[in-house]
């Protein structure tokens, strides 16, 4: 994973996800109290983790049902739905019994909840760390918050699809080459049984795997020209590399099992069609490894090809926006009994095992070793001296209200794809970003 750690502090996903008792509930935005935790004593203080990854809810569940066996703290595992985090997170620090532990994953969320992060510096479950890179501070140089796991995303292949179709996963190393297998899987869909691109849904359950990971190729660029990785939010972009992302987004829509004008309902489940065997091509993240891996054990992941040149030395996107952090207006009672929870999840050779399967790895010195194939994948391109894609797309300025913009954008465009619609594309992402930055930082 060395490749993924050396990327320094990146702040997968705005998807609420790129994700899953005592007792655990789960909610969607807008949801009651958190229940009381059932079979525990909260004499000595309880646990509520809001959760931001909603394909890891099952394990979070099992893994707090265990704590509180062990040590009878009660553990609520609340997790917000798809993309709503931000907005069941506001939700819930309004209410009488708010999150004891929840993600503030960016420097720009830090902004906006750092008032409500303890310091986590000199803390024992800080000091399991194996790695600061995924930590962040804020200007004061308070811990704010702590990466619990790292991810990859990129391009998911199904391999044995690709060798049916006749071509090999090793001849993909550009868009060129990738655009061939593509478009031919796609022509002779009917006579292979399966196409090329699972669907490209843009509701909210799907929209952040373009507006917020595809998206990330076009900020990485900009940053790689200019030879600076960013450490804040610039004020601007300029849109050079939208050109790039049109070549791949185009070559997704209109190479998909759904055609483009049947995108902005959503109601296609891309991860069931891809473990089905329906598509040869997935665009995902390392988390879709634990769900897959039986029904496709082989499965790949390939970076963002888009046409840049020297793309052919192109990794993996990896970072986080995973990071834990314990609410400072908890009670103490609370806050201890949080801290040791995540002290006992990164240490317990049980739960780590079964927290690292569903997450991937976790950068703790006594956590469980990651077993996922795609981190694997990340490394291997970084093994053979290809540069990682850090995940720039954190800095997304006033993030909801920008990436609503580009999804009405990309949902015209996808309905009529005219030069007229494309155009209001570039101006979501290049002039959105602008007015969402100054909307923030006024």
């Known amino acids: 994973m060395a490749g993924c750690m050396a990327v320094g502090m990146l702040a997968g996903c705005n998807n609420g996800g790129d994700s899953g008792s005592g007792s655990t509930n789960s909610t969607a935005a807008g949801s009651t109290e958190a229940p009381a935790g059932e079979g525990g004593d909260a004499s000595k203080g309880s646990v509520y983790w809001l959760n ?117 996963v090793d001849d993909i190393k550009d868009f060129a080459s990738l655009k061939t297998v593509v478009e031919d899987i796609h022509k002779r869909a009917g006579e292979l049984k399966f196409d090329a691109f699972t669907s490209c849904d843009m509701d909210d359950s799907s929209s952040w795997r373009f507006t917020g990971h595809m998206a990330n190729l076009e900020y990485f660029y900009e940053e790689k020209k200019a030879g600076k990785t960013w450490t804040e939010c610039p004020a601007t972009i300029t849109g050079e590399y939208l050109p790039n992302f049109k070549n791949l987004y185009d070559l997704c829509i209109n190479n998909s099992i759904s055609k483009p004008t049947e995108l902005a309902t959503g109601g296609h489940d891309a991860s069931t069609q891809f473990k089905e065997g329906k598509a040869a091509f997935t665009v995902q993240g390392s988390w879709e490894y634990e769900g897959m891996k039986d029904k496709i054990p082989n499965a ?60 991937g790895v976790m950068p703790y010195k006594n956590a469980a070793e990651s077993t996922n194939a795609f981190l694997k994948n990340a490394n291997d391109y970084s093994a ?59």
Not at 303 to 319: I, Q, R, T
């Open 52 to 168: 931001f990854k909603p394909e890891s809810d099952a394990v979070l569940k099992e893994v707090a049902k265990m704590y509180t066996e062990e040590t009878k703290v009660p553990v609520n595992v609340v997790t917000a739905a798809s993309g709503k985090y931000e907005e069941t997170l506001s939700a819930e620090m309004d209410k009488s019994t708010p999150p004891t532990l929840f993600v503030i994953g960016t420097p720009e969320k830090a902004k906006q909840w750092g008032d409500r992060a303890a310091n986590l510096k000199g803390t024992k479950i800080a000091d399991e760390l194996n790695t600061d890179a995924y930590n962040v501070y804020d200007p004061d140089g308070k811990l704010v918050s702590i990466g619990y796991c790292y991810e990859a995303y990129g391009i998911i292949v199904n391999p044995d699809l690709v060798e049916k179709a006749g071509h090999k």
């Open 300 to 359: 790949k992941m390939i970076p963002y090809y888009c046409g840049v040149e020297g793309e052919d030395k192109a990794g993996l996107n990896c970072g986080t926006e995973n990071c834990w952090a314990v609410n400072s207006k908890a009670s103490a009672d609370d806050q201890a009994a949080t801290l040791d929870f995540m002290y006992w999840c990164v240490t317990n050779q049980k739960a780590s095992r079964m927290l690292v399967d569903t997450f």
């Open 384 to 442: 053979a001296g290809n540069y990682v894609m850090d995940w720039a797309t954190n800095f997304q300025p006033n993030v909801d209200e920008y990436r609503k913009a580009l999804v009405s954008a990309l949902n015209a465009y996808n309905a009529d794809q005219s030069d007229k619609n494309w155009e209001q594309v570039k101006t979501a992402f290049v002039d959105g970003w602008a007015a969402q930055y100054a909307a923030v930082n006024s």
